[in-house]
């Protein structure tokens, strides 16, 4: 198969008639071999129902409906542990992602090989003090502290080959963050197109202002776990080291004093009770590494999501 589609959802029954025809056109004419999954992240309107038309339509189109909303990095983990296609390529379903860019994305996979392509809204028709300011600012962060070159990380429009999304596990909002993810398994060309962006014709936008506080959370979560995930030794044992040091210092200038220079009421100086902070402190931070440590070598972490229905997929559940 040579594309899959993948399409996470939540309340846009208006557009998906549209969209779907719209990808469906771009297949044909291209002559790709493909599906379409679209993930419904537990929509209150009808959607769903929406989806089961259009797969009863076309066998090509597939879906799936959780039980409630998990978020946009659930439906992608989900969808890319069971799409087929050689080249993965994800859009969003407003409609403000053009399909017409398939062929584009997928020539790049393809011929000059790159292991994702990630879609540059290089002009985008979104409110410029909700979303393009704090977009360009995110982004300008995050290229900073990964040193990466990608213009607009947080594009839904992106392609990858099949192996890289069957390599990463996604949670929480970790879907913008994905090529930085799949650097870190060893992905390493990743390349950028300037595709066109549009205005939303149906319904509202499903972020507000949050989606940039968790957003810059997991920005700094996914740092800490890039540099020190597989060894928290590293960091919570120097520092505890370093901060206990400096408390035993003190201690040792102070017992010094006590027992050379006759000093009295030492227990009275705010100089004591800092040293045996520090050193409490300092012992507490290298614990925290020790057992960091020994939890990321042990502990199997997996993300569960509970899938309601399925449609076009071999032993379906409906």
Known sequence: MDISVVVPLYNEEESLKELNDWILRIMKSNHFSFEIVYVDDGSGDTSWKVIEKLSKDNENVKGLSFRRNYGKSAALNEAFKIVQGDVVITMDADLQDSPDEIPGLYKMIKEEDFDIVSGWKKKRYDSK??????????NWTTRRL?????????CGLKAYKNEVVKSIELYSEMHRYIPIIARKEGYYKIGEKVVVHQKRKYGITKFGLDRFLKGYLDLL???????FGQRPMHFFGAMGTFIF???????????YTKFFEAAYKMTERPLFYFGLLAMVIGTQLFMA???????SRNAANKNIYHIKRKVNFKNDTK
């Open 146 to 154: 990964f040193k990466t070159k990608l213009h607009d990380m947080n």
């Open 129 to 138: 003090l909700m979303k393009n300011v704090p977009s360009r600012f995110f």
């Open 289 to 295: 590494g020790f057992i960091g440590e020994m939890i």
């Open 245 to 255: 040091l400096i408390g035993f210092a003190i201690a040792s200038y102070l017992a």
């Open 221 to 227: 979560s996914l740092y800490f776990i890039s540099k």
